[in-house]
């Protein structure tokens, strides 16, 4: 078998099935022979390979897993994907071919490279159907092709030169670049998607991602030998000094790994008639890497980021498409939102762009129009284009409500009841009494705080009402899904008034009951199985069911973390905990002495009875009373 693309010296491996040098060895790169094997084999044994894989999706249980087999992988390219459709790629760094699989599903010629000979391999399984896609097994710097790439990637590779590549006496994340450039047909675009090392998150306190370390790249930790990330302005002039000077930037929340919103240059500047912050605050709160502890809460501090134009320079991440020719004078969108983590049928994006008349629209597109869904399903999908409309997104006033220290249940009731008169206003309902049962058309499930605006004049309005039911839903299963959804989107808060409010279940009850809606345990276990039927007909993953569904939300807390405090304030209050505690483990190693004492001397007593002359004359009046019980039983028995 030959590939023209590579020299002679490559031969194709039927075990590893993937192209090869004959005394290659391999990187040290690995996410842990335990964690690859795994994956092997969820690859090896699935049937649906594809991109948007339900079978797959379903084996996302830990970070390793979710980072390899995600469906929103994909999204980081979606944006480019008419630009890249039928060109020639070279994928450096493949990993375990997430990125691979889409990028020969969007009919591109694909040549993988990455230098683990297992992940090499994991990435040829996943890819095992697709023709245009070969896959090879070598390190960067040896690798000499016959031809050069309409497209080369750096998906979270760039960052890691220093680490596998020889610089020569140059930086090798500079001899990196050039060697990629050298790969690149005249006109040819470069793609890198690295971390930023300037990105709000890890000024929030996000570890350092391949270190671990909170504040390691701010602080500038790196070294010459290990891995590197960069700012905006250093990250472009790396670049611009390989001859790659035309730059279009974007922006992927909540990072580059798993994103589910891409903002262009354009859609990063503040706007008078566009405002971002709605769809970068919800990106960035899906975080499945944030910390347990934090030092600011980032959807509190977008907004002041992007007032001040700051976007581009403090976003998570970057993705930089570089080329030496001028990029096309098509004006990008200002950005698209992905909902991928569905059944290819329900996928979809919103873009939003400008019309020729400079209002902005936001565009719901299906990702794959040919998927037809089934016609026999309850739950429908209608997508609908829509002006942008400039409000607040009445699921931002709950964080602001939940995110500022001493919030109440009560604050959440008025929160509650502005979205419920305007449901109810929308539906037509005027008579409120005995409301939990009643029922309403289906068309108004997606008619939930998180999708209602208020606009500048205070009116509140409905957007993006993409799903409806077949069948009528009452205004109770309704109203509980306005509040599961919300607060199960609200990532951290601050510390309540009173602790017991960060339960979810009974902060549910009790809002919903402040409207009159009765919230019983009966209707709650139906409400519940009813959300997990509709969430499995969507995305086509099995979540709990039955009273596991019950177990986990009784379980569900809030996560709180007080970012108002000072730290030596804390501190202080952990002191006096520590304390108290203490004070009270002190005072119950007394009580426990006392309590051994008295054992002991009721020991003594009863030691010296049983050894006393009366204790043993009295042993033979013992045994007859025991006897003479033991015959009236029997008697009793026989009568």
């Known amino acids: 078998m030959i590939n023209p693309v590579l020299t002679p010296d490559y031969v194709f491996d039927i075990a590893l099935n993937v192209w090869v040098r004959a005394e ?35 084996h996302c249980t830990d970070w390793p897993t979710t980072y390899h087999l995600s469906r929103k992988r994909a999204n980081l390219l979606r944006p480019f994907e008419d630009q890249l459709r039928g060109k020639s790629v070279l994928e450096i760094g493949a990993g375990c071919g997430a990125i691979t699989r889409y990028l020969g599903e969007t009919g591109m010629e694909v040549l993988a490279l990455e230098g683990s000979l297992s992940r090499a391999s994991i990435a040829a399984s996943r890819c095992r159907d697709l023709a245009n896609v070969k896959v090879v097994a070598e390190a960067f710097d040896h690798f000499k092709p016959l031809s050069q790439f309409d497209v080369v990637t750096f998906i979270g590779v760039l960052e890691y030169a220093r680490k596998f590549f020889p610089g020569n006496g140059v930086d090798p994340v500079d001899a990196m670049l050039a060697m990629a450039k050298s790969l690149l047909v005249p006109g040819g675009k470069l793609i ?9 998150k890890y000024f929030a306190g996000f570890p350092e991602d391949h270190t671990g370390k909170p504040m390691f790249g701010i602080e500038e930790h790196y070294s010459k030998d290990g891995v590197v990330t960069f700012g905006r302005k250093e990250l472009g002039s790396r670049v611009n000094r390989t001859g790659l000077s035309a730059q279009q930037w974007w922006y992927p929340f909540p990072d580059y790994k798993l994103p589910s919103l891409m903002v ?6 503040p ?59 098509q004006c990008p969108p200002l ?51 829509q002006p942008f409309v400039k409000g607040e997104l009445w699921q931002d006033r709950l964080l602001e409500i939940m995110t500022s220290p001493d919030w109440t249940a009560e604050q959440i009731h008025e929160w509650m009841k502005v979205w419920f008169d305007a449901f109810c206003s929308l539906a037509g309902i005027t008579d409120r009494r005995n409301i939990t049962d009643r029922r309403v058309s289906g068309n108004y499930l997606d008619a939930i705080p998180r999708n209602m605006l208020i606009d500048r004049s205070g009116a509140p309005i409905f957007i993006d009402q993409e799903w409806t039911l077949v069948d009528d839903l009452s205004i109770g299963h309704l109203s509980f899904r306005a509040l599961l959804a919300s607060f199960s989107s609200i990532g951290t808060v601050a510390k309540p008034r009173d602790n017991a409010q960060l339960r979810v279940l009974p902060l549910i009850t009790h809002v919903m009951h402040c409207v009159n809606i009765d919230l019983s345990e009966c209707r709650m276990k139906n409400y519940l199985q009813l959300e997990a039927q509709l969430d499995r007909l969507a995305t086509g ?10 177990t986990w939300l009784a379980s569900l807390e809030l996560r709180m973390f007080d970012t108002q405090t000072p730290v030596h304030e804390k501190l202080a209050r952990r002191d006096e905990q520590l304390a108290a505690v203490n004070q009270a483990l002190a005072q119950r190693d007394k009580q426990l002495a006392t309590v051994r004492q008295d054992l002991a001397r009721r020991e003594e007593q009863l030691g010296d009875i049983l050894g006393s002359t009366s204790w043993r004359i009295t042993r033979p009046l013992r045994a007859i009373k025991s006897a003479l019980a033991v015959i009236g039983k029997h008697v009793n028995r026989e009568g």
Request: hydrophobic letters at 40%; proline letters at 4%; aromatic letters at 6%.
């Open 335 to 385: 950005a698209v939102h992905y909902a991928a983590d569905r059944l290819p049928e329900f996928a979809k994006k919103v873009v939003f762009k400008r019309a020729t008349d400079g209002t902005v629209i936001a565009h719901q597109i299906a990702l794959y129009p040919s998927a037809k869904p089934n016609g026999n399903s309850r739950l429908k999908q209608r997508l609908v284009d």
């Open 264 to 269: 262009s240059e354009a859609g990063a500047l």
């Open 541 to 550: 993953k099995q979540t709990y069911t039955g009273e596991a569904l019950v």
């Open 192 to 200: 890198i998607a690295i971390e930023n090392q300037l990105g709000l």
């Open 271 to 329: 706007q008078d008639d566009i405002d971002l912050i709605v769809v970068v605050r919800s990106a960035c709160i899906t975080d499945p890497q944030t910390p347990q502890s934090i030092s600011f809460n980032q959807g509190r501090a977008w907004p002041t980021v992007i007032r001040n134009s700051l976007l581009g320079e403090m976003a998570n991440s970057f993705v930089l498409l570089a080329s030496d020719a001028s990029f096309s004078q």
């Open 24 to 58: 290659y060895g391999g990187i040290s790169y690995s996410d842990g022979k335990e964690v690859e094997e795994r994956i092997a084999g969820i690859i090896n044994n699935a049937e649906d390979l594809t991109t948007l894989s339900a079978e797959l999706a379903s």
